[in-house]
């Protein structure tokens, strides 16, 4: 194992739940409602995509041009970052400064694969900008998760090989994006929800995210 890559939101810290709380804002004041369970859907997924199947649930898809899609999008933003100026270093979740210590300590290198356009703010607020080796861009990655090219842009800007690499999320869709990267894809969430998606093995909480049992994990099933 040469290199943890994380995802950001609801792995590092708890801002899925404020992505949660923003989209059902904007999609309430349109007359749209959505639950937790269709929220799953919307983890690890772009903004536009997101409200591109915020549209389609409701059925309005249709209704809105571009430019209006691109208000929608910026109003959500805009609350979602109002949201992030809560976010202190204590906010990190539990396990994640330890774990980051102990990749340190063995040399292994740290990169972020997130969607968010907002990761770089949201990791200076936690004061966690210098543990990593490696932040994607994701404006630059063309398909988004599922895709595995986020985490693909993570490896060989790290350089190493896929099969050198954890991945670790929260999301369905990042999961998949892990796997067909050829990565050992670590879950973090409900064991059914993250078995069903691919997950090699599946931890309830962060605070599970100890550094001796990701080796120990990755070792029984990689010879490298
Ligand atoms: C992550 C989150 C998604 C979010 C996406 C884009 O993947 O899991 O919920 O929609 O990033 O975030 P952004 O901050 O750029 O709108
Ligand atoms: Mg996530």
Request: include cysteine; hydrophobic fraction near 40%; proline fraction near 4%.
């Amino acid at each position: 194992m040469k290199a943890v890559i994380f995802d950001l939101d609801g792995v590092i810290t708890d801002t899925a739940e404020f992505h949660f709380q923003a989209w059902r804002n904007m999609a309430n004041s349109i007359h749209i409602d959505f639950d937790r369970e269709f929220n799953e859907e919307l983890k690890g997924i772009s903004r536009m995509d997101s409200l591109n199947k915020i549209l389609d649930y409701g059925g309005v898809i249709d209704n809105y041009s571009d430019e209006q899609k691109e208000e929608l999008a910026d109003s959500k933003n805009n609350e979602y970052v109002s949201l992030l100026s809560e976010l202190k270093p204590e906010h990190i979740y539990p396990g994640i400064k330890k774990l980051l210590d102990a990749l340190k300590e063995n040399d292994i290198k740290i990169g972020l694969a997130s969607a968010s356009k907002n990761g770089p703010t949201i990791l200076d607020r936690l004061g966690i900008t210098n543990y990593f080796d490696v932040i994607v861009n994701p404006a630059l990655i063309e398909n988004g998760k599922p895709a595995p090219d986020i985490f693909l842009k993570a490896a060989l800007d790290l350089g190493v090989t896929p099969e050198e690499c954890i991945g670790i999320e929260d999301a369905e869709a990042g999961i998949k994006a892990i796997k067909d990267a050829n990565m050992f894809a670590v879950g973090v969430g409900t064991v059914d929800v993250m078995k069903k998606a691919g997950a090699d093995i599946v931890l309830e909480n962060t605070k599970e995210l100890v550094f001796s049992s990701l080796l120990d994990a990755f070792k029984q099933t990689s010879p490298l």
